[in-house]
C-alpha cells in the first residue's frame, strides 16, 4: 500500500515501488493516472519495498546530507 502525497504522479509512484503504471491503474480501477487523491491508498501489487522504504524515508527528509 502507499499513500498518495501532494505532488505524487502515477509515473513517480511507479518508479519508487518498481510497479508498472498499467498494473496500479489496474488494481485499483483508476479511470486514468490523473485521478489521484491526496490522501488515497494505493494497492501496489509486487512491490519493490526494500528499496522503496529507503526512498520514502529519503523524501520525508528523515537523513540529511552531512
Keep these: 500500500m502507499c499513500k498518495v502525497e501532494k505532488g505524487d504522479t502515477l509515473a ?3 518508479e519508487l515501488y518498481g ?4 498494473i496500479i491503474i489496474e488494481a485499483n480501477s483508476l479511470s ?11 494497492l501496489l501489487p509486487g512491490a519493490n519495498t526494500n528499496q522503496a522504504v529507503f526512498q520514502v524515508a ?3 527528509s528523515m537523513f540529511s546530507w552531512p
Excluded at 510497479?19 to 498499467?22: G, I, K, R, S, Y
Excluded at 486514468?32 to 494505493?42: I, T
Design 58 to 60: 529519503s523524501r520525508a
Design 19 to 22: 510497479v508498472p503504471e498499467e
Design 32 to 42: 486514468s493516472p490523473e485521478d489521484l487523491l491526496v490522501g488515497q491508498l494505493l
Design 12 to 14: 513517480n509512484i511507479s
